[in-house]
């Protein structure tokens, strides 16, 4: 089980690792198409796609118990990708003002962005007794742990590929 479940995280990885290699050469190059909103949006729902596989494929459920969970997960997730709305429109706003960015500017994105980890926090809080009540406590446990580690690692993804405010003064 252990073994599976690593080959399946580095599976993960390598599919969310691909993506910003794409996107550097695409910037590398001038001749490449610019990333769309279309391809940024058919992106997130393939990387929610994999998500979901993966906790499949990791989540051990009985057939009664996948019928109760997989709606439930389905409207967390649709909750999560709200925030991931707010979040992508955070990265655009720092992109379009990179460089040139003010102190009120920097704070205000500083601000809404631990709002949102605040937001994330407390939506993983408001599920934790509603999966409680369609999965047992060490299935319910085994779900959040892994969202939580799938989560982690795009984030880390994300955040490796947005370059540090620069200092304007």
Same mark, same amino acid.
């Given at each position: ?7 399946? @995280?580095?599976? &993960? ?18 001749? %490449? ?44 997730? $649709?909750?999560? %990708? $709200? ?18 960015? %003010?102190?009120?500017? $920097?704070?205000? @994105? ?21 999966? &409680? ?37």
């Amino acid at each position: 089980m252990r073994s599976k479940m690593m080959g399946i @995280l580095v599976l &993960g990885c390598m599919c969310f690792l691909a993506v910003p290699a794409t996107h550097a050469q695409a910037a590398a190059s001038k001749d %490449t198409q610019v990333v769309t909103e279309q391809d940024v949006k058919l992106l997130r729902q393939d990387i929610r796609s994999q998500k979901k596989q993966l906790i499949a494929a990791n989540l051990t459920l009985t057939d009664a118990e996948a019928t109760k969970f997989w709606p439930v997960y389905d409207q967390f997730s $649709a909750e999560m %990708t $709200a925030l991931g709305d707010q979040k992508y429109a955070l990265i655009k706003e720092y992109a379009q003002n990179f460089g040139t960015l %003010t102190d009120a500017q $920097a704070q205000s @994105l500083i601000n809404r962005s631990l709002a949102l980890d605040e937001a994330v926090a407390q939506l993983r809080i408001k599920y934790v007794p509603i999966v &409680g009540k369609v999965l047992p406590g060490t299935k319910t446990a085994t779900f959040f742990q892994m969202e939580r580690r799938i989560t982690t690692l795009i984030d880390l993804q994300v955040a490796s590929q947005i370059p540090l405010v620069q200092d304007q003064h």
